[in-house]
């Protein structure tokens, strides 16, 4: 794919005058940050935006500045189609959701993003590998752009950068994450309330939903692979919704001797959310992008069409054969 730089994803920014901003299908904290961080950086510019994402975003991220304009196309769908579009944490179009109906044609798009598996499917394609979340690219573009740093676009900004690296604990944790987070504070972002919010605050539902799950958890492959199961049940059981369940996986990772941990969750009858979380024999990235997923080495995901037992027997697999040892050993 084409890469663009910074000054590029600028003058992307200058050249129009209303845009769609769009990340992914159940937004998480660097999603979320990001788009609403493109939102004020297209203020500041004097653009006309609408911010939208195919479901709901998590309530946690309601302290984030503009989030009452964060549209649901679920509920509210589009009147108009848009001519220039702004893709934020989307490493492939699939990511962005049912959303496509809504670009023009002949639309642009920008795409801003920081996974390896990103296919480079924007008209400008801004991916820095490199990057701890797409948050820290931004930070790079609000200065290109020349805008002014305020307290609100450093929160953005911040959220991304200590969701994406799990609280500044992720080997993605680079001097330059702390660098810039270190000038965000200056800006009067409290860091104490953003983490209090994204990482501490659970909701009883989710303590629930754990319980369910935990009662499921399993050892395989000689036990280099732990795996959490939630059924669609079990969501009706806890009034549980699926942003609860957000989080399980860790509790799978975190286990002493455990290289990767896997969490099935079913989303709907014959469909499940495979999210795995690896220490370092191996890229989970690569196991999720041959069942059509994608993500990071240590952070990856895929959705597998089919019953639970059938999802675990494919990702465990193609585990198996990334660890070279079977899954019933
Ligand atoms: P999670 O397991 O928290 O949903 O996602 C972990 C990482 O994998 C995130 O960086 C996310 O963007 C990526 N990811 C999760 N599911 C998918 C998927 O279905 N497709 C792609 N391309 N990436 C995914
Ligand atoms: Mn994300
Ligand atoms: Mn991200």
């Known amino acids: 794919p084409n890469r663009n730089s910074v000054e590029e994803a600028a003058r992307f920014m200058q050249q129009h005058d209303r845009f769609l901003v769009l990340s992914h299908v159940n937004p998480d904290g660097d999603a979320t940050g990001s788009a609403l ?82 296919d480079g499917f924007g008209s400008v394609n801004l991916i820095r590998t490199d990057a701890a979340a797409t948050a820290e690219i931004l930070y790079d573009v609000a200065l290109a752009a020349g805008v002014s740093f305020n307290e609100e676009l450093a929160l953005c900004i911040y959220t991304g ?65 732990a795996s959490i199961t939630v059924r669609k049940e079990d969501f009706a059981v806890s009034g549980a919704e699926r942003e609860d369940a957000g989080g399980l996986v860790n509790y799978c990772r975190n286990i002493e001797g455990v290289e990767v941990g896997v969490s099935f969750i079913e989303a709907e009858a014959g469909v499940v959310k495979v999210s795995m979380r690896a220490r370092d024999r191996v890229d989970v990235s690569a196991v999720a992008k041959q069942l059509g997923g994608g993500g990071h080495a ?29 899954s019933h050993e």
């Open 37 to 118: 961080g493109v939102a004020l950086i297209l203020e500041q510019l004097g653009k006309k935006y609408v911010v939208v994402n195919e479901g709901e975003t998590p309530a946690k991220f309601n302290f984030l500045p503009r989030f009452d304009r964060l549209l649901n196309l679920e509920k509210q769908p589009l009147d108009e189609t848009f001519e220039a579009v702004i893709a934020v944490d989307c490493a492939d179009e699939s990511r962005m959701g049912d959303v496509r109906s809504f670009f023009r044609s002949d639309a642009s798009l920008l795409n801003i993003d920081h996974h390896p598996t990103n």
């Open 161 to 225: 950068l200590l969701t994406d690296t799990g609280g500044f604990r992720y080997s993605n944790t680079s001097p330059k994450v702390m660098e810039i987070a270190s000038q965000l504070l200056r800006y009067g972002v409290k860091p104490g309330e953003v983490a209090e919010r994204c990482l501490e605050e659970i909701t009883f539902a989710h303590i629930k939903i754990l319980r369910l799950a935990l009662q499921s958890l399993q050892l395989s492959h000689r036990n280099l692979v």
């Open 298 to 326: 240590k952070a990856a995901g895929c959705t597998v069409r089919g019953s639970l037992p059938e999802a675990q027997d494919i990702v465990w697999r193609a585990l198996g054969e990334a660890l070279g040892v079977n």
